[in-house]
């Protein structure tokens, strides 16, 4: 296959991802923009005639919308910096320490990432119970902080190894100690791994539901993604347009804090190369 034709393939098929993915989106998006009797028709018309913002003034002006969605940008934000706060000593370790044993934690790491909350759950729930953090968002926070660290370790210790070590022992030539040289030198010059641990972090706990599923009863505390399912169990066909202009809403803090953090990344790169 000559080159001209691989790319060709190779666009293809981003195209057919990318397919995979912005089908259902614009379909969502034709949902939300219908009024009550266009949303009878399905999938009749993927256009509506007479598209409406109503729907998400709406859902915009609902005040327990808004906490709903405070609620997830808390709980995410805070767990996502906690397992990075949690993971950077581990990180650390990994990357500038010989010890017997190591590529084998860092496999075992590896592995704890991969369970499944869902195998976890009764125990989990029996355990915040006994620790009385059930219906908290300290208790989601921490299970968010447990399920984020693994990543986070991999992650922030390939960003510490391509810190160069000499920048660190002029440090401790200084006179800086092995903690004011982790804060001082190598923690901004991997910035950007920080950064992309955090992303990483609270993506994953904003796609969450079966852990505030299962630890939250309280209507008022539960995030936005437990939040629109229990709107679903009770819609309507009437409603429909309400839910699909509520999942869209929800969707653009994600989308907004990943595209601000990710432009963050780009200037670290760039501007803060070592330079020998």
């Avoid at 210790?157 to 804060?183: M, Q």
């Amino acid at each position: 296959m000559s080159p001209r034709a691989a790319d060709r393939a190779t666009y293809l098929v981003a195209l057919l991802i990318a397919a995979l993915f912005l089908v259902p989106l614009s379909w969502l998006l034709s949902l939300s923009v219908r009024t009550p009797q266009e949303v009878y028709l399905g999938a009749a018309r993927y256009l509506p005639e007479d598209p409406t913002l109503e729907n998400f003034r709406l859902v915009l002006t609902d005040r327990s919308f808004g906490l709903h969605l405070w609620n997830s940008l808390k709980i995410c934000a805070l767990g996502g910096a906690g397992a990075v706060a949690a993971a950077i000593p581990a990180a650390y370790a990994f990357s500038r320490f010989s010890f017997r044993g190591r590529t084998g934690l860092m496999v075992a790491v590896l592995l704890v990432q991969m369970v499944s909350p869902l195998v976890v759950l009764i125990p989990l729930y029996r355990y915040m119970d006994a620790l009385g953090m059930l219906d908290t968002h300290l208790g989601v926070i921490g299970v968010y902080v447990a399920l984020g660290v693994p990543l986070s370790v991999w992650v922030l210790k390939s960003s510490f190894d391509r810190v160069p070590r000499s920048l660190e022992e002029a440090a401790e030539i200084d006179g800086c100690g092995r903690a004011e040289t982790l804060v001082r030198i190598t923690l901004p010059l991997a910035g950007p791994g920080v950064a992309a641990a955090f992303i990483l972090n609270t993506m994953m706990g904003w796609s969450q539901f079966l852990v505030p599923f299962i630890l939250l009863t309280d209507t008022g505390k539960v995030p936005i993604s437990v939040a629109i399912f229990n709107f679903a169990g009770s819609t309507s066909a009437s409603t429909t347009q309400l839910l699909a202009a509520a999942c869209l809403v929800a969707i653009l803090p994600a989308l907004a804090l990943f595209v601000a953090v990710q432009r963050l990344i780009v200037r670290a790169v760039s501007g803060g190369a070592v330079r020998g």
